[in-house]
């Protein structure tokens, strides 16, 4: 189960100067935020998230919301995603695997998902 997003990272610029850090709680968690610090940052999180939701095919929506999916970095700094339980027992997922880059004002995100 493979699942790709691009992100255009103005897009998410724009978003934080008008909402502020309320924007960001819109699709990340606490720890996500603090972990992210930056725009840039922030819209290869969203392109994660939208490409672990488009690898178990359902997309962003009512079956699998941005809160349903976690990030998380390695002390290594490399990214890692992980679902909530109950989307790894619907879809088998055994694990999951996370790459981001960012690069001429995109962020592209590419999800893995390996089934039991």
């Known amino acids: 189960m493979i699942g790709i997003d691009i992100t255009v990272i ?8 008008k909402w502020g850090e309320k924007a960001l709680f819109r699709f990340l968690t606490p720890k996500e935020i603090k972990l992210g610090k930056n725009a840039t940052t922030y819209a ?17 929506g009512k079956k699998c919301g941005f809160m ?6 390695l002390k290594s700094g490399q990214p890692q995603i992980k679902y909530k339980k109950y989307l790894r027992e619907e879809f ?12 001429g004002g995109f962020a ?6 390996t089934l039991k």
């Open 10 to 17: 103005l897009r998410i610029e724009k978003m934080i100067d």
């Open 44 to 60: 290869g999180f969203w392109a994660a998230k939208e490409a672990a939701s488009k690898a178990i095919g359902t997309g962003i």
């Open 68 to 73: 349903d999916i976690k990030i998380s970095k």
């Open 92 to 103: 088998n997922i055994k694990s999951s695997h996370l790459s981001i880059t960012h690069d």
């Open 108 to 113: 592209i995100a590419v999800v893995i998902n």
